[in-house]
Structure formats: structure tokens, C-alpha cells
């Protein structure tokens, strides 16, 4: 046992407001309930130096799920899970269930085997959540954050540590679905998510992969969530690096990635931004950049497909729609694909055929891509997989092979309007099999 156990946990039984303001040593789970306030100040710590497969601190419901509790503040203190978990990713720093009206400010939190801070799996309870100026690293195996449920703000955190062991395993931020029938009946999934002026930094160096733990980190993680349900997540003054993609979303709608800056990834075969069956998509104002050669078709700064998704049994077949990408500057030190769209894929059993529509690519500004705009059917000859998509007003610095590539037959495009770009005289307008003009 560890020399504080008794005292924190009786404390926390009483409720109310604890205040720590020195080092406690734990080796047991602190268990909390709803309208509680746990307080540091100065150099208050919490250190673990229990078994390396449980959890630090922990909400009443995951040990009784026929609780739920609400009104939880956690705030000023660094929680050291002691490096002692690598590869248990059943041990968290912060690990809640039926919660919500939670508020975690001004965390230090590293040291765990699995992921750092961990709420909501729960979505019915699951509502106002507030997680800002967290500084969250050293998670071996599992993501920094994660959680799901409605109304949440995760503001002006640091996730992943230059020079750490660890930055995280999986993701930085994730928001997944609650899957439960029990704890969300009706299916539903998070909504009305603001991620907003975060620092997020994975253990990718170049073509090699630094950290403990998990290889192929995602900045951002979000979904699978439902084709036709609108999400309304906002990511805004975010600033990602050393991740192997730095955004990766699929099958949700209603999504704005506005004013962020997305440094160069390591997935030479994906994007650098990925949505897969993505809609009502704005992407406005961000800077993106490249800096390796591909090494496959896929390596772009923004990369939209139109798919057939599986996660586990479920299948998703997402096309995408209403999509804007307005105003950005990508940027690419070596040969590459500024924004790919993917689409046209036949699948059977059941039948789907992936098709876009209804969207706009403008004012955008392409320094150094080979190929500043590719759009890919990828199988089948069906026509009419890309409808009313416009491509105007973007500029093309540098020498590029085309403004557009088009990939498949030209009777798979109806409404490409292409006005007003600005190029060199290099530079073709459209090139490939599907180009509307030789």
C-alpha cells in the first residue's frame, strides 16, 4: 500500500472540495463521486506505485455502473503513473464512465501504459465536458485522450512531449461511439465538439517511428459515427507534427477544420488531413505541409474518399457531399498531391457505388505539388460518380505537371466547372484519361 491511499480515498468519500498541496504516494485506484472537487496547488502530485494493469483515479461508476455522477472538477495537479505500465494498456491516469459535467484543468499527466485521460464511454450521461490547459504525455499504449458523448470542449492542451519516451500510443485526441445498446439506446453519436488551439506531437522523426508503445499515431481520431447524423465538430488553431497522419476522420457529417496547422506527417501512403466518407465538410484557412516522397497514390496533404468503411461487423458506405475547401496554403518540399479525392469504387453484397457531389475548391494556394488537384475513380466505369464540383480562383506557385488530374473516363464527370485559376504557362489546366479537354 502506499503511504497516502487511506488518507486521499477517506477524503474523497466525504466529497465536497479536497485540496491536495504536497507528493502523495498511492498504490491503490482513488475512487471519486459526482460533486467533487479536487484541487491542487504549488506542487501537488499524485504518484502511482501500485500494479502496473490498474487505473489511477476513477469515477464510482466504473466500479458500480448503476451510478452515474456529475459535477466532477479535477484541476492543478500532475498525476505520475511512474513509467511503471509499459504495454498494460488497462492502466489510466483518469478513468470515467457514467459522467458528466466534468471540468479537468491545468493537468500534468504521463507515466501510464495505457491512455492518459479517458471519459464518456458512456453516451447517454455524457455531456459537458470541459478538458483545457492539460499537459498529457508518456501514454504507451493507448491515446491521450478519449472519450465521446455531446457538448465538449478540449482547449489549449499540449499532447506529446519532445524528447519524451512516449508521446502516446494510438491517438492524441479520439472520439469514439458507444457501441452499448444499455448506454446508448438509440444509437447516437457525439455531437457539438469544439477542439480548439491544441499542441499535438507524436514521436515520428522523419521515416522513423521514436517513441514507446504504438507506431502509426493519428493526431485527431474521430468516428466511425453514422452516415446520416450530423456531428457539428469543430477543429480550429490547432497545430499537429511528428504524427504518422495527423487527422483522421470517417463517416460523420457536419465537420469545420478551420485555421490549423498541420506539419508534415510520416504516412507516405496517406494524407496528411484523411476523411473517409466525410460530409457537410468545411476546410478553410489551414496550412499544410509535406516534406517526403511519396510512396504511394495516396500521399497528399488532403485526402477525401468516398468508401466502403468496416469497422469490425459494421460496414459504412459513405459518399461525400457538401464539401468546401476554401482559402488554404499547402505547401510541398518535394513532388506530391495537394487534395485527392477518391470516389467511384463498385462494391457488391450489397451494392454501393462511392460517388461526391456538391462541392467547391477555391482560392487555395499550391507551392511545390506536382500535382496540385487529383480527383481518382478508383474501379468502375459508372458515370456521373462526380457531380457539380467547382474548381476556381486557387493559384498554383511553382511548376506543376496540371492544375487537375483526372483519373477514369470523362462520361464519370457531369458538372465540372473549372474558372478562373490561376497557373503558369507550364502548367496545363487538365491532364489524364478523364480530362474534359485534351
Same mark, same amino acid.
Given at each position: 500500500?502506499?503511504?497516502?491511499?487511506?488518507?486521499?480515498?477517506?477524503?474523497?468519500?466525504?466529497?465536497?472540495?479536497?485540496?491536495?498541496?504536497?507528493?502523495?504516494?498511492?498504490?491503490?485506484?482513488?475512487?471519486?463521486?459526482?460533486?467533487?472537487?479536487?484541487?491542487?496547488?504549488?506542487?501537488?502530485?499524485?504518484?502511482?506505485?501500485?500494479?502496473?494493469?490498474?487505473?489511477?483515479?476513477?469515477?464510482?461508476?466504473?466500479?458500480?455502473?448503476? !451510478?452515474?455522477?456529475?459535477?466532477?472538477?479535477?484541476?492543478?495537479?500532475?498525476?505520475?503513473?511512474?513509467?511503471?505500465?509499459?504495454?498494460?494498456?488497462?492502466?489510466?491516469?483518469?478513468?470515467?464512465?457514467?459522467?458528466?459535467?466534468?471540468?479537468?484543468?491545468?493537468?500534468?499527466?504521463?507515466?501510464?501504459?495505457?491512455?492518459?485521460?479517458?471519459?464518456?464511454?458512456?453516451?447517454?450521461?455524457?455531456?459537458?465536458?470541459?478538458?483545457? !490547459?492539460?499537459?498529457?504525455?508518456?501514454?504507451?499504449?493507448?491515446?491521450?485522450?478519449?472519450?465521446?458523448?455531446?457538448?465538449?470542449?478540449?482547449?489549449?492542451?499540449?499532447?506529446?512531449?519532445?524528447?519524451?519516451?512516449?508521446?502516446?500510443?494510438?491517438?492524441?485526441?479520439?472520439?469514439?461511439?458507444?457501441? #452499448?445498446?444499455?448506454?446508448?439506446?438509440?444509437?447516437?453519436?457525439?455531437?457539438?465538439?469544439?477542439?480548439?488551439?491544441?499542441?499535438?506531437?507524436?514521436?515520428?522523426?522523419?521515416?522513423?517511428?521514436?517513441?514507446?508503445?504504438?507506431?502509426?499515431?493519428?493526431?485527431?481520431?474521430?468516428?466511425?459515427?453514422?452516415?446520416?447524423?450530423?456531428?457539428?465538430?469543430?477543429?480550429?488553431?490547432?497545430?499537429?507534427?511528428?504524427?504518422?497522419? #495527423?487527422?483522421?476522420?470517417?463517416?460523420?457529417?457536419?465537420?469545420?477544420?478551420?485555421?490549423?496547422?498541420?506539419?508534415?506527417?510520416?504516412?507516405?501512403?496517406?494524407? #496528411?488531413?484523411?476523411?473517409?466518407?466525410?460530409?457537410?465538410?468545411?476546410?478553410?484557412?489551414?496550412?499544410?505541409?509535406?516534406?517526403?516522397?511519396?510512396?504511394?497514390?495516396?500521399?497528399?496533404?488532403?485526402?477525401?474518399? *468516398?468508401?466502403?468503411?468496416?469497422?469490425?461487423?459494421?460496414?459504412?458506405?459513405?459518399?461525400?457531399?457538401?464539401?468546401?475547401?476554401?482559402?488554404?496554403?499547402?505547401?510541398?518540399?518535394?513532388? /506530391?498531391?495537394?487534395?485527392?479525392? /477518391?470516389?467511384?469504387?463498385?462494391?457488391? !453484397?450489397?451494392?454501393?457505388?462511392?460517388?461526391?457531389?456538391?462541392?467547391?475548391?477555391?482560392?487555395?494556394?499550391?507551392?511545390?505539388?506536382?500535382?496540385?488537384?487529383?480527383?481518382?475513380?478508383?474501379?468502375?466505369?459508372?458515370?456521373?460518380?462526380?457531380? #457539380?464540383?467547382?474548381?476556381?480562383?486557387?493559384?498554383? *506557385?511553382?511548376?506543376?505537371?496540371?492544375?487537375?488530374?483526372?483519373?477514369?473516363?470523362?462520361?464519370?464527370?457531369?458538372?465540372?466547372?473549372?474558372?478562373?485559376?490561376?497557373?503558369?504557362?507550364?502548367?496545363?489546366?487538365?491532364?489524364?484519361?478523364?480530362?474534359?479537354?485534351?
Amino acid at each position: 500500500m502506499g503511504d497516502d491511499d487511506d488518507l486521499l480515498q477517506s477524503a474523497l468519500d466525504r466529497g465536497g472540495t479536497v485540496r491536495l498541496d504536497r507528493t502523495y504516494i498511492i498504490a491503490r485506484t482513488l475512487v471519486l463521486s459526482g460533486n467533487t472537487r479536487l484541487i491542487g496547488s504549488g506542487a501537488a502530485r499524485i504518484v502511482w506505485k501500485g500494479p502496473p494493469n490498474q487505473s489511477i483515479i476513477r469515477d464510482s461508476s466504473v466500479v458500480d455502473p448503476r !451510478r452515474a455522477n456529475r459535477n466532477i472538477l479535477i484541476q492543478g495537479i500532475e498525476i505520475d503513473g511512474g513509467s511503471v505500465a509499459t504495454g498494460h494498456r488497462d492502466q489510466r491516469a483518469i478513468d470515467f464512465y457514467r459522467t458528466g459535467q466534468v471540468v479537468l484543468r491545468d493537468l500534468v499527466v504521463h507515466g501510464v501504459g495505457g491512455s492518459g485521460i479517458c471519459w464518456g464511454n458512456s453516451f447517454a450521461d455524457t455531456s459537458n465536458i470541459l478538458v483545457e !490547459r492539460c499537459t498529457i504525455y508518456d501514454c504507451r499504449m493507448g491515446d491521450a485522450l478519449q472519450g465521446s458523448g455531446r457538448e465538449i470542449v478540449i482547449r489549449d492542451n499540449i499532447i506529446g512531449k519532445i524528447g519524451a519516451t512516449s508521446s502516446f500510443g494510438d491517438s492524441g485526441i479520439a472520439l469514439l461511439m458507444d457501441f #452499448n445498446s444499455a448506454t446508448n439506446p438509440e444509437n447516437q453519436s457525439s455531437h457539438n465538439v469544439a477542439i480548439i488551439g491544441n499542441r499535438i506531437i507524436g514521436n515520428h522523426d522523419g521515416a522513423r517511428f521514436t517513441g514507446a508503445g504504438g507506431a502509426a499515431q493519428t493526431g485527431i481520431a474521430i468516428g466511425p459515427f453514422a452516415i446520416n447524423a450530423r456531428a457539428e465538430i469543430t477543429l480550429t488553431r490547432n497545430t499537429v507534427s511528428g504524427c504518422y497522419v #495527423n487527422v483522421w476522420l470517417a463517416v460523420l457529417r457536419g465537420v469545420t477544420i478551420v485555421d490549423n496547422d498541420f506539419q508534415p506527417h510520416s504516412a507516405v501512403q496517406s494524407g #496528411n488531413v484523411r476523411l473517409d466518407g466525410v460530409s457537410d465538410l468545411t476546410i478553410r484557412n489551414n496550412r499544410f505541409a509535406l516534406d517526403r516522397p511519396a510512396g504511394g497514390e495516396d500521399y497528399a496533404a488532403i485526402l477525401l474518399q *468516398a468508401m466502403r468503411n468496416h469497422y469490425g461487423a459494421s460496414i459504412f458506405d459513405a459518399d461525400i457531399r457538401d464539401f468546401v475547401i476554401e482559402g488554404n496554403t499547402l505547401q510541398s518540399d518535394q513532388p /506530391a498531391t495537394g487534395i485527392r479525392i /477518391a470516389f467511384g469504387a463498385a462494391y457488391t !453484397r450489397p451494392d454501393y457505388i462511392a460517388t461526391v457531389g456538391n462541392g467547391v475548391i477555391t482560392n487555395n494556394i499550391f507551392k511545390g505539388s506536382l500535382t496540385p488537384i487529383v480527383l481518382a475513380p478508383t474501379t468502375g466505369e459508372t458515370p456521373r460518380t462526380l457531380q #457539380n464540383v467547382t474548381v476556381s480562383d486557387n493559384l498554383v *506557385a511553382g511548376l506543376a505537371r496540371s492544375l487537375l488530374v483526372l483519373m477514369g473516363k470523362t462520361s464519370q464527370y457531369e458538372m465540372l466547372k473549372v474558372n478562373g485559376n490561376r497557373i503558369s504557362t507550364q502548367t496545363r489546366l487538365m491532364t489524364g484519361t478523364g480530362a474534359l479537354t485534351p
